[in-house]
Nanobody
Framework: QLQLVESGGGLVQPGGSLRLSCAAS????????IGWFRQAPGKEREGVSC????????VYADSVKGRFTFSRDNAKATAYLQMNSLKPEDTAVYYC???????????????????WGQGTQVTVPS
């Protein structure tokens, strides 16, 4: 069964850190590009970070550059998003998504991704 499950969200004070995980059951992760997205209340879902392939570069939204770090462990079929120096504006539901690496998934917004997790809530109070 193909399934993406995010975990690691929670309530953290400003300036704190969280590490999100995305467990990709049933997938050979090396075949996929991986994206992290987030959606705040009342706002559209936005891209946070993306890596088109294991050997490719990682891109970040300007709002998280220098604070968030993407990584993946293909052997464990898990992707991670290390989030440091968290701010109240980082409050959102965070989603991971997979798309085939032959597709320019990081260039096409959400449309390049075929599989989505259910999301994990991150709350940073003001």
């Amino acid at each position: 069964q193909l399934q993406l499950v995010e975990s690691g969200g929670g309530l953290v004070q400003p300036g704190g850190s969280l590490r999100l995980s995305c467990a990709a059951s049933g997938f050979i992760l090396d075949y996929y590009g991986i994206g992290w997205f987030r959606q705040a209340p009342g706002k559209e879902r936005e891209g946070v970070s993306c890596q088109a392939s294991s050997s490719g570069s990682t891109v970040y939204a300007d709002s998280v550059k220098g604070r968030f770090t993407f990584s993946r462990d293909n052997a464990k079929a898990t992707a991670y998003l290390q989030m440091n120096s968290l701010k109240p504006e980082d409050t959102a539901v965070y989603y991971c998504a997979l798309g085939p690496k032959y597709r320019p998934v990081c260039a096409g917004g959400m449309g390049g991704f075929d599989y989505w997790g259910q999301g994990t809530q991150v709350t940073v109070p003001s």
